[in-house]
Nanobody
Framework: QVQLVESGGGLVQTGGSLRLSCAASGFRIGFNTMGWYRQAPGKQRELVATIGPGTRINYADSVKGRFTISKDNALNTVGLQVNNLKPEDTAVYYC?????????WGKGTLVTVSS
């Protein structure tokens, strides 16, 4: 059974940092594209970053230079280091896994950035 469990969210001030983590089970992340998405109140879910098999990485323009996605194949985890946070980064952050043509989601972790 595929499971994705996010952690690491919280309340930070503008300019602060957090490290989000996604623990995957039921499959091996090294063979699949993993990602982070976010959904702010009243808005659609949007891409933050993805990391494919190997080291192929993609970022949304709004987070380039501030966020870093990484993965640990041995621990089967995906991380997202978020730096220089802005109030507009406030959202629920979701971990995703693309498996055999289907996208699986975790339940999300809330990041709130105060001004």
């Amino acid at each position: 059974q595929v499971q994705l469990v996010e952690s690491g969210g919280g309340l930070v001030q503008t300019g602060g940092s957090l490290r989000l983590s996604c623990a995957a089970s039921g499959f091996r992340i090294g063979f699949n594209t993993m990602g982070w998405y976010r959904q702010a109140p009243g808005k659609q879910r949007e891409l933050v970053a993805t990391i494919g098999p190997g080291t192929r990485i993609n970022y949304a323009d709004s987070v380039k230079g501030r966020f870093t996605i990484s993965k640990d194949n041995a621990l089967n985890t995906v991380g997202l280091q978020v730096n220089n946070l802005k109030p507009e980064d406030t959202a629920v952050y979701y971990c995703s896994a693309d498996l055999s043509g289907s996208r699986h989601w975790g339940k999300g972790t809330l990041v709130t950035v105060s001004s």
